[in-house]
């Protein structure tokens, strides 16, 4: 059963824009946090951005300034606007969600999805 659904990797110049869109099932309720995590070649996964159901956000130092989240609760769904991109942010991209509160739910559940590759080159 799929979970959540990613979308808008691909290949582009340094420069260039691209839009990630990652669609969680109707199944996962109480979303606290949504996200994109990245891997690259011989590096460990690390977190570019976050939004949480409050709306509070948070970056990676390196995608300041050029990279947006933003999230559509009615339709559980997160989106990450890279703009700016540059050789540096190639990577597979992984959405990651978090049920909870575990101050409400007594518990939190995390997901990932399959990742899509995003490639910066000229």
């Known amino acids: 059963q799929v979970q959540l659904v990613e979308s808008g990797g691909g290949l582009v110049q340094p420069g260039g824009s691209l839009r990630l869109s990652c669609a969680a099932s109707?199944?996962?309720?109480?979303?606290?946090?949504m996200g994109w995590h990245r891997q690259a070649p011989g590096k460990q996964r690390e977190l570019v951005a976050a939004v949480t159901s409050g709306g509070n956000t948070n970056y990676a130092d390196s995608v300041k300034g050029r990279f947006t989240i933003s999230r559509d609760n009615a339709k559980n769904t997160v989106y990450l606007e890279m703009n700016s991109l540059e050789p540096e942010d190639t990577a597979v991209y992984y959405c990651?969600?978090?049920?909870?509160?575990?101050?409400?739910?007594?518990?939190?559940?995390?997901?990932w999805g399959q990742g899509t590759q995003v490639t910066v080159q000229s």
């Open positions: 990651h969600v978090v049920q909870g509160p575990a101050s409400i739910l007594g518990y939190e559940y995390e997901y």
């Open positions: 109707e199944s996962i309720f109480s979303i606290y946090v």
